[in-house]
């Protein structure tokens, strides 16, 4: 059974930080290309920065420079570092294969970016 757990989200100030967590279970996690995607209340989800098996990385233009996605296929894990936060980064963050969206969604992990 595939499943996908995402956490590390929470409250920060603008200009913070969060590391995001997703562990797969249920597929080959070293041969699978991984996204990660956030929905914001009334919006679209929509893919914020994917990488693939081989560790290339592609990024929506408005986290570019401000978030990494990485990898440890040892864990089965992707991780989304999020520096200088901004309001508008809030959203409910998931993880999926990157760009298909074939895997069952998570519940996800909420990001708010707040004074």
């Known amino acids: 059974q595939v499943q996908l757990v995402e956490s590390g989200g929470g409250l920060v100030q603008p200009g913070g930080s969060l590391r995001l967590s997703c562990t797969a279970s249920?597929?080959?996690?070293?041969?699978?290309?991984m996204g990660w995607y956030r929905q914001a209340p009334g919006k679209q989800r929509e893919v914020v920065a994917g990488?693939?098996?081989?560790?290339?990385?592609n990024y929506a233009d408005s986290v570019k420079g401000r978030f990494t996605i990485s990898r440890d296929s040892a864990r089965n894990t992707v991780y989304l570092q999020m520096n200088s936060l901004k309001p508008e980064d809030t959203a409910v963050y998931y993880c999926?294969?990157?760009?298909?969206?074939?895997?069952?969604w998570g519940q996800g992990t909420q990001v708010t970016v707040s004074s």
């Open positions: 249920g597929i080959i996690f070293s041969t699978q290309n």
């Open positions: 999926n294969d990157y760009l298909y969206e074939h895997l069952p």
């Open positions: 990488i693939t098996s081989g560790g290339s990385t």
